[in-house]
């Protein structure tokens, strides 16, 4: 800090340094603490809007100077400026203020309810020791405010106690960017709306909660009333609803969870999460988890014991391996679960059954991404920050809908957008960020690679690629402009329904920004050509240099809170922990030494291939670790005649499930507020997720059943413990050397972490992993879903997405308030074609495929295009998967989720 | 208040703005009103909460609803007048009560009796019907040009010559408002020079040139004269100093109040559009009619209103010169300082410094409304002393009078006795703890009882406070129910009631709440005889 007298200014006639631009009010509260300025309206996290007044302070050019009075929160210190907190007219001031506030304020709701914590206002009225105003009370002017509104399932709202400081107008739209609330009316009878004047729940609020915790009173509190609880403990976790990775704090009291917030200095959320993270943990301890293991007896599930069922699992197992040998069994592992659980289920099949038959849903979602990007970078993973966003000038999104599905980053890209950085979207669906798009590429399903390959036409044509990058640090770039030359635009643009003007505007964009950054989910993976469209993504950036430097690169959006954290513990046939091929033989020799066993050689199967060959009968046990594969993956009626075909089938999992339901053993899983660990998130943050409360009785977490099995099975595996799990995979794990439990801290670390302790923020600075980044151009082909003769018969195209309030396969979040919100799996479609079938809202719809058929409610909605259907997969009752086809991406088979050809009938 | 809104509305910053989409929407009869703000939000890519709250601010949208088919005006001079009673009467005969609003001001308060009517004012002199009626309802405000020099009296023969002056360069023009230390003339009295010069060195890119005619000070009406009387000068001045600024783009915003100076302005930008000087291309002017809001009038609100969102005070710094429309350095005055430009640029800076004294030079617009004998707008060199204005000049009081108050609701209350130790520049009033203000003047009657004067100025705060800042938006309207309180047989705690005047003063965010307490404590000061039966002994 400088320390010249340019920045000494004085508090109180004491001198004290100021940072150049500091509000006195900070100023201030750094040297003095918080409480020294007494404030409502204020909140670190929102820009200065000066309403309360009650952080008046007196200043004075000089210590008998004339005073003046100013607002500290938006007044910038001066050099040499006296401050002073305390004159008798600013106490006079401040407590005069509160009495306004007081005069018509519910008498009730000055002091804390029995039990529970002061709010801020609660404090200050403590701290001004007041009981009552010594202005006349006005009833009238509360009489609008008199119903309170619980009307929401989390969020409720009582205007009396609402002291008019915009917090939570402020923090919708600073931070969430949602602008539901706003102030209406004038004056004194000014008050806070919801959307147009409607209740909480008809409103368009997402439920973010972050206005309930800016709220300094208790005018806006939830279900929950996390704001005033009297925590006795406060446990850091993260949440497991996406790949952001939400730093969480559950809050406990007499050892039960009463309510969760985010954590202010998390380095990844800062505060904010959303409905799922902060509020849709009722399924914890909901009565349908599963708390006792269940063994298949007479075609039934019948309860048993834990010794039971694990010495039924490794007695079937033992008696398959040796009458079908190791190949005959295979595991699924989830990234629901933490980095060290995946690691041991992985090592589980590979040194304790042995083989490579480890697959996790990765497959289902991102295995394109880490196999796209590996053959472009040699990295499989973001190659920037969250945080990145503040230095970007440009943001690409291909295939993410991320304000449903990845809220906190979601909001913060809207947030970027709306301040004016160009937003490039390509989505066939008119997603929410796409209102904010400077371009919207509204493709048709499955045309992502023609789209792209039109972007890379327009780099090279416009002369904008990057030649000294391109030069120095790529390979294969003049076989790739070769190619991409010769590409066909107005078939493309056919194809596509993207026209080129729009592509070319797209191209110019990105190639232009400065710093553009590009995000990609599933929209982009979960598809025939799903790998290529990665790796065209890749070029992208590379062409325009957009790698190696903040506010740049390509950065996959991860579904699953722990997606990178399971693929980079090796669950994935080909790769073992670290990303080590294992059909190198030093590298399953270096395995051998870390786990004291041979790792073998055979070429293991991926998900789709474990479910081929259980159909065909080569594959006779499979083992399942928390995934509901039978609603998750396509084409149902594959899956599950697949496992009816199986041998023996393990699930673990914390509710009954459909798949869980046709296993010969259920275990009953711990869910992750019941268990230590770390998760990755999807900018390779390795987070620490901490036990807020024990498991629930009967249940014992993923890791603890894994080592219990290799224990049982012969190998000796120490119990669970995160912390020590944490150091056996530190000492595989190239990139996690220098990873501990201890040194990962509240806020984590991004790999590659050094054996020094050194994370890595952003990757591929100085040169890529595998050397130059390669280049690698692909045609477009059609997907085999719609290279057909019988299109005629299924003229739609289905494509799937999530919806905000529900995640996945919907276990966790139906069983919590989430349901009230939203209670069904929609049809969204075109006004035009819902017109064609005589559709209406509401009107329940067959949907066709040649795979199967379900029901589902119309939605009449112009965010798709003529031609394109869209729903969620959160409902079992609907169970879209029945309709998913069989089609794989060419390189990593994942399934082509997001594009099915299908017809629709109005059902009478 | 949001950067985000603001980047919104931005998006339209050349186009129809959300504020005029807004009016247009909620004006339109087509569907539900709700249907309506959903569709525009959703164009405008803000949310239905968004406009509601916006739309709710106004009067004539939403207060009063956009069906009332009269107004009568409720300012102050004609409350004094006694004229009040005999226009509704007349408003009577043609609307049911329901149909009957009420208006803060409509500028006629040189007569009185004021109302609005299908889109024209008329006040007690000058109805429909009336003989000197001009017809379309201008009725033509009385104006007095300065006797030595007057910025406004020459008519303007040619506008392609008249606004060649305005190509000057920048430097120039800086040079020349610099030299005539030209103040504001909308009541706070900045050097325009240094805002101009602010906003010329804010670095390249969009800038903004607004002009202030929200001249909603009950007592003022020098702006409507000059906006219908000489709208070229306004415009004129605007283009100069816009251009000098760097701007491209003219704002003007002017009051629904005023609606004859809507329809001269709008006449103005078309004539302007036709001359050699809009051809030599580069700048636009948009004419931005308002809703009926008094705090329209705080150059932050207005900024707000324009932008479509709520019309509630900034925080300042940053100032309008270095952030201002749209988030952009902008230029923003009232509507006599433009207008003063055309004459500075033709005679110099200096022939303008010449004028007044050392630091309020020129002349000011001085209004007299009707409790004087010659009301209307008086052109008068700054420093003529204030007793010259209302004897001379306004030829003395209609009636017996015991006070005036000038410079508008939030302007000092001078009692008869202190007229003569005031000369009419900034610096004087200032010194005697008063403010000249936007310099209208209003006669208050011998018998018009003083707590009725305060109440009177507690209710419109109270009324028409943005409610951004809890000391004014509960100061106000407490103020005014501990005085009902009083006048019901409570009286006041004379401690209470100045700690209130104390935490208006000091707390307040703007003007609005922190200026109410100087025409409340000259009443407190030289009445307080009169007022003693409403305070605790």
Known sequence: MNTDSAFISFINGRAFLFEVGETIYDYVSRHFGQDEIPVLCNDAALESFGNCRMCSVDVARSEAGPKRVRASCHTRVEAGQHVFTNTPRITQLRRSIMELLLSDYPATALQPLPGERPTPFQRLVQQFALSSSRFPSQPALQEKAAQPDHSHPYIHFDATQCIHCYRCIRACDEIQGEFVLAMHGRGCRSRVIASLDQSFKDSSCVSCGRCVQTCPTNALTDLHRAKTLLADQRVRTVCTYCGVGCNLNVLLKDGEIKAIEAADDAEVNQGHTCLKGRYAFAYYNHPDRLTTPLIRRHDELQPATWDEALDTIADRLNTIKTQHGAQAIAGISSSRCTNEENYLMQKFMRVVIGNNNIDGCARVCHAPTAFGMRQSFGTGAATNSIADLEFTDCMLVVGANSTEAHPVIGARMRQKAIKGTPLIVIDPRRIELARYAAVHLQLRPGTNVAVLDMLVYYIIEQGLVDEVFVNARTEGFAEFRDAALKIDLHELERVSSVNREQARDAALLYATAGNAMSFHGLGLTEHYQGSRGVMLLSALAMMTGNIGRAGVGVNPLRGQNNVQGAADMGVQPKLGAGYLDVADATVRAYYAQHYGRAVPAEQGLTTPEMINAAANGTLKALWIMGEDILQTDPDTSHVRSAIKNLGFLVVQEIFMTETASLADVVLPASSHLEKSGTFTNGERRIQRVNQAIPPLSGTRPDGQIMVDIMNRMGYEQAGYDAALQLEEIANVVPFFAGVSWDSLGDNGKQWPVAQDGHDTKILHTEQFERGKGKFVFTDFHETPELDTDDLNDFPFILTTGRRLQHYNCGSMTRRTPNIDLLQRDELLIHPQDARHYAINDNDKVEVISRQGKTHLCARLSEDVRPGVLFTTFHFPEVAINQLTSGVLDQDAMTPEFKVTAVAIRICA | ?537
Request: charged residues 15%; aromatic residues 10%.
């Open chain 2, 1 to 537: 208040m949001s950067k985000n809104l603001r980047a919104l509305s931005a998006r339209h910053a050349r186009g129809k703005t959300l504020f005029q989409a807004l009016t247009e929407t909620l004006e339109d009869t087509v569907g539900t009103q709700q249907t309506r703000l959903t569709a525009l939000a959703s164009a405008r890519l803000v949310s239905p909460a968004t406009l509601l709250g916006s739309a709710s601010f106004y009067d004539f949208l939403y207060t009063q609803g956009t069906t009332k088919r009269a107004y009568l005006c409720n300012g102050t001079s004609c409350r004094l007048s006694g004229k009040q009673p005999g226009a509704l009467e007349t408003l009577s005969q043609h609307h049911a009560s329901h149909e009957i609003g009420e208006a803060t001001c409509l500028g006629h308060c040189y007569c009185g009796g004021a109302y609005w009517q299908n889109g024209c004012t008329y006040d007690a002199a000058h109805g429909p019907g009336m003989p000197d009626s001009a017809g379309d309802g201008a009725t033509g405000v009385p104006f007095f040009p300065a006797t030595t020099a007057s910025l406004f009296a020459d008519d303007i023969s040619s506008l392609d010559e008249f606004y060649q002056a305005a190509f000057l360069s920048a430097d120039r023009i800086i040079d020349a408002l610099s030299a005539s230390g030209l103040r504001g003339r909308g009541g706070a009295g900045f050097y325009f020079a240094d805002k101009l010069s602010t906003c010329a060195g804010m670095p390249p890119g969009r800038k903004y040139v607004v002009c202030n005619g929200d001249e909603g000070d009950p007592g003022a009406f020098s702006d409507r004269y000059l906006l219908e009387q000489t709208p070229h000068r306004v415009l004129m001045g605007m283009l100069a100093a816009g251009l000098a600024a760097g701007a491209d783009t003219g704002y003007l915003y002017i009051r629904a109040e005023y609606p004859e100076a809507l329809r001269c302005m709008a006449e103005a930008i078309n004539a302007f559009e036709a001359t050699t000087a809009y051809a030599r291309g580069g700048f636009q002017f948009h004419l931005i009619c308002g809703a009926g809001s008094y705090i329209c009038g705080e150059e932050t609100a207005l900024l707000n209103s324009i932008e479509g969102l709520r019309p509630e005070v900034r925080v300042r710094p940053p100032y309008p010169a270095q952030e201002g429309l749209f988030g952009k350095p902008t230029l923003l005055s009232n509507v006599e300082t433009f207008a003063a430009i055309p004459w500075i640029l033709q005679h110099g800076g200096t022939a303008f410094a010449d004028l007044g004294t050392k630091n309020s030079t020129g002349t000011k617009l001085v209004c007299l409304d009707a409790g004087f004998n010659k009301p209307g707008v008086h052109e008068v060199e700054m420093g003529t002393s204030l007793q010259t204005v209302l004897n001379e000049l306004g030829g003395g009081f209609r009636r017996t009078t015991k006070a005036v108050q000038v410079g508008g609701p939030l302007g000092g209350i001078v009692p008869l006795e202190h007229i003569a130790a005031l000369t009419l520049d900034f610096e004087s009033f200032a010194r005697e703890g008063f403010l000249l203000g936007h310099a209208g003047i209003i006669a208050i009657p011998q018998d018009f009882p003083m707590i009725d004067l305060l109440r009177h100025l507690f209710a419109y705060m109270a009324s028409e406070s943005c409610g951004k800042c809890l000391p004014c938006r509960l100061g106000t309207e407490k103020g005014y129910h501990m005085l009902q309180q009083a006048c019901a047989g409570s009286p006041l705690d004379k401690a209470l009631f100045d700690e209130l005047l104390d935490t208006l003063e000091l707390g307040s965010l703007c003007a609005l709440g922190g200026g109410l307490p100087l025409p409340v404590r000259n009443v407190l000061q030289y009445f307080s005889t009169e007022l003693e039966e409403y305070f605790q002994p």
